[in-house]
């Protein structure tokens, strides 16, 4: 059976990002392993996984991608700036300059989005990291920056399980 997994802000050789958003990592050598590890142990092959938003910092990127299981795709982030044709010639499958809708019902984004009681839709985003301003999840956004998700790809399944139960 195939799962479908969602990840943001993974930052992938970033230096920066250990210090600016407080990562347990000593160096990007220790994050980067450490992420890689942790994907490989939940998602296989045969799985689907959502990259919402800024996956690495260079070009190096492009080696750590094809050490990642599953089938992967990419919702464009501030931090993704090359073309979309060089995400996909690195190993993403699809490339996406703007949010997407997942099943009728779910808005894929980098940046959260408003979406209020009124409104079929519920959002799953990355970009805020840890920021107090925004809660991890309510019965209407879930939030998959890494450093909300134990560094891990989260499943679809998993998300729908804790709204559910917490709403």
């Not at 970033?14 to 958003?21: G, P």
Request: overall charge negative; charged content about 15%; hydrophobic content about 35%.
């Amino acid at each position: 059976m195939t799962n479908i997994y969602f990840i943001a802000d993974t930052h992938f050789s970033e230096q920066t990002i250990i210090r600016y958003e407080n990562r347990p990592f000593q160096s990007i050598t220790q994050m980067n392993n450490e992420i890689i590890y942790r994907w490989n142990c939940t998602v296989k092959n045969s799985d689907i996984v959502y990259v919402i938003g800024d996956f690495g910092a260079d070009k190096n990127e492009c080696s750590i991608l094809n050490q990642l299981n599953g089938k992967k795709y990419l919702i464009k982030g501030n931090h993704d700036k090359y073309s979309n044709e060089y995400y996909r010639s690195v190993g993403f499958t699809e490339v996406y300059d703007m949010p997407i809708i997942l099943n009728e019902f779910w808005i894929l984004s980098h940046m959260p989005m408003y979406i209020n009681s009124n409104m079929p839709y519920a959002n799953i985003f990355g970009h805020v990291h840890n920021s107090p301003m925004f809660n991890t999840y309510s019965s209407q956004h879930y939030c998959v920056s890494v450093e909300r998700i134990n560094y891990t790809p989260i499943s679809l399944n998993e998300i729908i399980k804790k709204i559910q139960t917490q709403y």
